[in-house]
């Protein structure tokens, strides 16, 4: 066995544990476009519409679906009336979470109402749980990301503050069933808010995450 298959096997046991201490799970009515709290008020952006800055070859590919759970994917165990063979990434974007770059593959987008769309660009592999919820209104956008994971010494109670942000979309009105396009370049800084774990861990934090890349969806 390689290097990298043991790495990713080990972070794979990595999160499972970390997710049974959070207790995360469907049985616990967890919604995962729920964002934790005490997070601080973000900043408000305008949106830029200019399709010159949409232009990428992963557009055109036939690699994009509806978002879905990859074990139940792999294993055919799909919902009903659902074809496996349709399931694919929603976004081709990237991530600096967890202090390794890594891919970021999947978005959705729910109609709120006539002026507002929210977008969640997020992963569901075995290695990453980054999520990114973007609030879109009436031409302008505010971020949120966040994450989830306990390391030795403690709850961190982290925290995520937007530093910069844009937002490109297709199109300024989009209805439920459209394809919605877009380009997102975005830095946060995670820090620690539990003094003793602060202490503990003095050069974790603060740190700096970026998520940058594409995505295409359908509006649900």
Request: glycine share 10%; with cysteine.
């Amino acid at each position: 066995m390689g290097f990298r298959s043991l790495k990713r096997i080990l972070l794979g046991l990595f999160l499972a544990l970390v997710l049974l201490g959070h207790g995360f799970g469907s049985e616990d009515g967890y919604d995962p476009w729920e964002v934790p709290p005490g997070q601080p008020t973000q900043m408000w952006s305008q949106v830029d519409y200019d399709p010159k800055k949409l232009w990428d070859t992963w557009f055109d590919s036939d690699a994009w679906g509806y978002p879905y759970d990859r074990q139940a994917a792999a294993s055919g165990k799909t919902s009903e009336g659902e074809d496996p063979s349709l399931l694919g990434d929603t976004a081709m974007c990237f991530s600096t979470g967890w202090g390794v770059k890594h891919v970021v593959d999947f978005c959705e987008a729910r109609l709120v109402d006539v002026n507002t769309i929210d977008l969640f660009i997020h992963n569901d592999g075995p290695g990453f749980l980054d999520r990114l919820r973007i609030q879109v209104k009436s031409g302008m956008f505010s971020c949120q990301y966040w994450t989830f994971y306990k390391l030795p010494g403690g709850k961190a109670d982290l925290t995520w503050t937007t530093k910069r942000q844009e937002l490109t979309l297709d199109n300024k009105v989009h209805r439920k069933g459209d394809v919605i396009k877009g380009r997102i370049d975005f830095e946060c800084v995670e820090q620690a808010t539990n003094p003793e774990y602060v202490a503990k861990w003095p050069t974790r934090h603060p740190l700096t995450i970026k998520v940058w890349g594409v995505f295409k969806t359908v509006v649900e």
